[in-house]
């Protein structure tokens, strides 16, 4: 199913495109109509083209290719686009490229949208999974707040430094134990620390997704979709995230993984639950 609806394209690559339409003038009296929308520019090798205008009747190789009283369509060199419209060639050729930059974005966005229902269940399933991301988040949330800030901190510099940090250095300047150092160096699921699971599912998945869907539905003009094109090229990394950050959070809690806490060393009036 199309949720961007495109219009059809329009390749004028030789004169006898333009003049074969059969809505086609070939002699346009200008004087008698104001109101001229141009349908697509042209732009050929030699000068093949003749200017629909009836007091011009220039030969020239590009120009402006428009429809007029009702579905009545001609052809206008530059000169008399300019004062017809009242735009150059060369403006109305960046709306047109633009307006073929969203299209492409519409086809991008349009295959991507054919898995929509698929993202939403994928995020529900994330969510209500048993020890899943509404377990993690709920798990995390209560774990910040029943800890103290120092061991989170610890917790977090471990978890972007397994190699040079304060907390082993600690450890070996009072010369703990080897099984306290070894505790704490075999400490899993670190990972969820570094990012939240919420915001990845939710905030980085779903939103942007809501998002999309309320401009598809509001069908106003659409200047462009590039973010949205960004957006859908990072989907699947942000769901490859959630659900390492699920795998990471199952080691965090076991019970074996929680006990290695206790070899952190921390000051004197930070207390452990």
Not at 71 to 79: A, D, G, R, V, Y
Not at 208 to 222: A, D, H, M, N, Q
Not at 231 to 258: P, S
């Amino acid at each position: 199913m199309q949720v961007f609806e495109l219009e059809d394209q329009v390749k004028l690559e030789t004169w006898e495109d333009i003049v074969n339409r059969p809505a086609h003038q070939a002699s346009v009296d200008t004087r008698k109509f104001r109101s001229y929308q141009v349908k697509g520019l042209y732009a050929f090798k030699e000068q093949d083209a003749s200017c629909g205008a009836s007091a011009c009747q220039k030969t020239h190789s590009r120009g402006f290719w428009v429809v007029y009283s009702g579905e009545k369509e001609t052809n206008l060199c530059e000169e008399c686009g300019q004062r017809l419209i009242g735009t150059s060639y060369k403006e109305q050729e960046q709306v047109f490229l633009d307006h073929e930059i969203l299209r492409q974005q519409q086809i991008r966005l349009n295959t991507f949208l054919e898995q929509n229902e698929n993202l939403k269940n994928r995020i529900k399933e994330l969510k209500l999974a048993p020890y899943g991301a509404n377990w993690l988040y709920r798990s995390l949330t209560g774990f910040k707040k029943a800890y103290p800030a120092e061991l989170l901190a610890v917790l977090t510099e471990l978890a972007n430094n397994t190699e040079d940090n304060a907390a082993i250095d600690a450890l070996a300047e009072n010369d703990s134990t080897a099984f306290q150092l070894e505790q704490v160096e075999q400490l899993e699921g670190l990972g969820i620390l570094n990012a939240d699971i919420k915001e990845t599912l939710i905030g980085n998945i779903l939103k942007p997704l809501k998002e999309l869907e309320v401009i598809i539905e509001s069908r106003e003009p659409i200047r462009s979709l590039a973010r949205f094109c960004k957006w859908a090229d990072k989907v699947d990394d942000c769901f490859a995230l959630a659900e390492t950050l699920v795998d990471e959070g199952r080691l965090f809690f076991k019970a074996t993984n929680m006990e290695r806490l206790k070899s952190i060393p921390l000051s004197e009036k930070s207390n452990r639950p």
